[in-house]
C-alpha cells in the first residue's frame, strides 16, 4: 500500500462508475478514483469531526485540527448528517438530482478521508468515538472474535460480544454530555439499542426516524428543543443501499440522491441563527463488474490453509492454520495477482492504516490480509449470506472513490 494522497474536489470521473459523465460539479476539480488513498488520521478524517465539532461548543479539552472553531464562533447548536455511501466521487453523478448537495459541497465543502476499512460499522464509531479504528475495535464489516471460530457481523450485532466491552472507547456523545452539551442521535428506529449503535452513539438520547422527512422534522425539533449547547447527530442509509443493490447512478440511486437533497434542504433552511450543519459520509462506492469478481468459495487454492474468511469483499481478513501464513500469501498472490495486495496483519498495522492497534485488538484482524486494487472483489459466495455475492457496488478498500468523504459546514 502506497503512502497518503492529497484528496482533491470531486471529479468528472469516467471509469466504474465512481461518478461518470461530466456534471454541474465537474469544475470542482479531478482526481483519479482509482489511486490509493491513506486515512488522514489527526489531520482531515472522519475521526477528526465531532472533536472539532465539541471545540466549538466550548467542551474542555476537545481538539480541532479542522479549524472548525473560528467558523463557528458563535455556535451554540450543531447537527451532525452523516449519509451513508455519499462519497466525495458521487457528488458530480449526484448533481443532476441534488442540487442543493452540489451547491453545499462547492461552496461550503471539502474533502477528508475515512478511516481504513472504507465500511460502515468502523466508519460509524470512528465518527462516533472520534478515534482511529485501532483503537475502537471495530475493524471492518465482519469480524474474527478471537479464540473462537464465530464471526461477528456488525450490522446484525444485537449485543453479544457485549458492546463497551467490544468497544471499549467512550464516545464524543458521551464526553458532549458530561460537559453539559444536550445530545440527541436520530436514526432508523430499528437501529436503536443495536450492539452497532451503543459501540457508536452510545451517550445520546434516541429519536427513531423512519424516512427523510421525518429524519430532517426530527433533527430540527432536537436541534431547537434547549436553550444551552446542543449536538444533534443524524444517520441516513439509502444512498448506500441503493447503491449496493442497483448501482451508483441506477434509477434507484438517482432517487435517492434527489429524497438527500431534500432532507439538506429542510435542514438548511430550518437552522436556527446560532446552528450549524455538518454533512458527512462513511465512504464512497464502486459498482464490481462480473469479470472483476472471485470466489474463495469455488476455488480451493483459496481456501487452502485457510480456517476463518471475515472482513468484505474488499478487505478480506484472513486467519490461517499455524504455520501457513506465508503459504497463504504466495498463493493468494498468484491468484489474485494485479487485482489485490495480499499483505500480513503485522505489515499492514506497522504501515498505519488502522492507526495504533492495541494488543486486544490485533487478533481481529486476519493473519493475512486481502486489499482489492481497482475495481476488483472476493467474494465467498457458500460461506456468506447470497445477498452479498448479489450487490453491485461495495466498498471497503483504499482508493480514492472508497475513501474520500466530503465535510460541508453550514452556518444558520
Known amino acids: 500500500m502506497t503512502g497518503p494522497r492529497e484528496p482533491t474536489g470531486p471529479p468528472d470521473a469516467a471509469s466504474a462508475r465512481a461518478g461518470t459523465g461530466s456534471s454541474p460539479a465537474a469544475d470542482l476539480g479531478t482526481s483519479d478514483p482509482f489511486g490509493t488513498l491513506a486515512p488522514r488520521y489527526g489531520e482531515a478524517s472522519l475521526a477528526d469531526i465531532l472533536p472539532a465539532a465539541l471545540a466549538a461548543l466550548g467542551v474542555p479539552g476537545a481538539t480541532d485540527v479542522l479549524g472548525l472553531t473560528a467558523a463557528l464562533d458563535g455556535v451554540r447548536r450543531i447537527a451532525v448528517l452523516l449519509v451513508d455511501g455519499l462519497g466525495w466521487h458521487q457528488i458530480p453523478t449526484a448533481a443532476p438530482y441534488a442540487p442543493t448537495l452540489v451547491g453545499l459541497a462547492t461552496t461550503a465543502g471539502r474533502p477528508l478521508t475515512s478511516g481504513f476499512p472504507s465500511t460502515t460499522p468502523t466508519s460509524l464509531v470512528t465518527l462516533g468515538t472520534g478515534t482511529v479504528p485501532g483503537a475502537h475495535g471495530v475493524l471492518g464489516f465482519t469480524l474474527r472474535v478471537p479464540n473462537t471460530d464465530r464471526v461477528l457481523n456488525h450490522i446484525d450485532w ?159 481478513y484472513l486467519h490461517v492454520r499455524p504455520g501457513a501464513r506465508d503459504d497463504v500469501v504466495a498463493t493468494w498472490s498468484a491468484v489474485l495477482g494485479a487485482a489485490a495486495r495480499v499483505t500480513t496483519r503485522a505489515e499492514l498495522v506497522a504501515a498505519g492504516w488502522f492507526g495504533p492497534v492495541p494488543e486486544e485488538h490485533l487478533g481481529r484482524i486476519g493473519d493475512v490480509v486481502v486489499v482489492c486494487n481497482g475495481s476488483y472483489a472476493v467474494l465467498a459466495t457458500r460461506s456468506e449470506p447470497p445477498i452479498a455475492s448479489r450487490l453491485v457496488a461495495y466498498h471497503g478498500s483504499d482508493t480514492a472513490a472508497e475513501m474520500t468523504i466530503p465535510l460541508l459546514v453550514v452556518r444558520g
Not at 467512550?170 to 436520530?186: D, S
Not at 459498482?287 to 474488499?314: C, K, N, Q, S, Y
Request: charged share 25%; aromatic share 4%; glycine share 12%.
Open 158 to 316: 444485537a449485543g453479544d460480544p457485549e458492546p463497551l466491552h467490544w468497544q471499549p472507547v467512550p464516545t464524543q456523545l458521551e464526553r458532549a454530555r458530561a460537559a453539559g452539551v444536550q445530545v440527541t442521535v436520530v436514526s432508523r428506529p430499528e437501529f436503536g439499542g443495536s450492539g452497532l449503535t451503543l459501540a457508536a452513539n452510545r451517550g445520546g438520547d434516541y429519536r427513531g426516524a423512519a424516512g427523510v422527512d421525518e429524519l430532517g422534522r426530527e433533527m430540527l425539533a432536537a436541534l431547537t428543543a434547549g436553550t444551552g449547547p446542543t449536538l444533534v447527530s443524524g444517520y441516513h442509509p439509502d444512498l448506500d443501499r441503493h447503491g449496493h443493490l442497483s448501482g451508483v447512478d441506477s434509477a434507484p440511486w438517482r432517487a435517492a440522491a434527489a429524497d438527500v437533497d431534500r432532507l439538506l434542504t429542510r435542514l438548511v433552511e430550518g437552522l436556527p441563527p446560532d446552528a450549524a450543519l455538518l454533512v458527512t459520509a462513511d465512504h464512497g462506492q464502486l459498482d464490481i463488474p462480473a469479470e472483476h469478481r472471485f470466489d474463495l468459495d469455488t476455488d480451493p487454492r483459496l481456501r487452502a490453509g485457510v480456517t476463518v474468511v471475515a472482513g468484505e469483499p474488499r478487505v478480506r
